[in-house]
């Protein structure tokens, strides 16, 4: 698995959308799934507190973010829920692949696994509504052109007669 939890942070620190990420301090009681899903929620938390930040510059008809900032924004996210879907799948089989604790322990791990998922997922609908917003601009735009360009009434040329 190769960790691009950094890689992620720097774009979305380098596009001005979130501040300076501490990493996170391994606890001397924690092993390394639970390590491991604590990063891993860390990086949905803050991805999903960003998308909420930048929700109205975003979705701004008028002085919000250029489409390059929109673009930037929309491939960080794309790219970190892509790459946190491999590690969860990861995580999954370090989970099936440890035994001891018990279990309660093996319980706990599972669950962990399926609290990720489902805040990936909560996270992954979040970025939809943004992805359907430049699509419904996108439509609108087009609408508005054909309209001025008379394409939508059949007077523009070639519209027929």
């Given amino acids: 698995m190769v ?5 992620w942070l720097g774009l979305l620190r380098d596009s001005g959308f979130v501040g300076e990420a501490q990493p ?3 606890s001397g009681g924690q092993d390394a799934v639970t390590e491991a899903s604590s990063v891993i929620m860390q ?3 803050k991805t999903r507190r960003m998308l909420e930040q930048n929700r109205g510059v975003y979705m701004a008809l008028r002085g919000g ?6 673009d930037a924004l929309d491939t960080a996210v794309r790219g970190f829920i892509t790459d946190c879907g491999q590690r969860i799948d990861d995580l999954k089989g370090m989970v ?3 035994a001891g604790g018990g279990a309660n322990v093996q319980e706990h791990r599972r669950g962990m696994v399926l609290s990720l998922l489902e805040s990936l997922d909560a996270l ?9 917003f430049r699509v419904q601009r996108a439509v609108a735009s087009r609408q508005n052109f054909s309209a001025l360009a008379g394409l939508g009434t059949g007077q523009g040329t070639g519209g027929g007669g």
Avoid: H, V, W
């Fill in 3 to 7: 960790d691009r939890t950094g890689q």
């Fill in 24 to 26: 996170a301090r391994r």
């Fill in 43 to 45: 990086g949905i938390t």
């Fill in 65 to 70: 973010l250029e489409e390059q900032e929109r």
């Fill in 96 to 98: 099936r692949g440890r």
């Fill in 124 to 132: 992954s609908i979040a970025f939809q509504g943004f992805k359907a």
